[in-house]
């Protein structure tokens, strides 16, 4: 039975198989991100796809630098957990400017990431063995 929580962007299900089960909380995410992708990609002034890439990809690499800056403050912030937060709302910025230069290039960043995962494999073994 699967169930779908659209607020959390999570399927659950039964399953044996890890692969499976990641691929399909993953691709519950895309999902969402390619209904969300036409918004997005309206906001930025020029729809030039060129635009629209170095877009995404300078705002993927600003996230990553604040992702960066977060990981600096945890070492010597005393509230740690607000600082977790704080690099969770990063990552997340991140994860947006990734699908979204993925939805713009038409690359399917799941099947790339099982792929990738696959030859991580190959090179140095499976984690779950």
């Not at 796809?49 to 945890?74: N, Q, S, T």
């Not at 939805?103 to 499976?126: A, F, P, Q, T, V």
Request: hydrophobic letters at 40%.
């Amino acid at each position: 039975m699967v169930q779908v929580s659209p607020l959390r962007l999570k399927v659950e299900f039964e399953s044996d198989i890890p692969e499976l089960s990641l691929k399909c909380n993953i691709q519950s995410l895309t999902d969402r991100m390619k209904k969300d992708s036409a918004f997005w990609h309206s906001t930025v002034v020029n729809q030039d796809h060129e635009a629209l890439r170095a877009h995404y990809a300078l705002g993927l690499c600003g996230e990553a630098g604040e992702v960066a800056d977060e990981i600096k403050k945890m070492s010597y912030h005393p509230d740690r957990e607000a600082r977790r937060v704080d690099l969770g709302t990063e990552l997340s910025d991140v994860l947006i400017y990734l699908l979204l230069l993925a939805d713009l290039e038409g690359i399917d960043i799941i099947d790339m990431y099982l792929k990738k995962r696959e030859h991580n494999i190959s090179r140095w073994g499976d984690p779950e063995v």
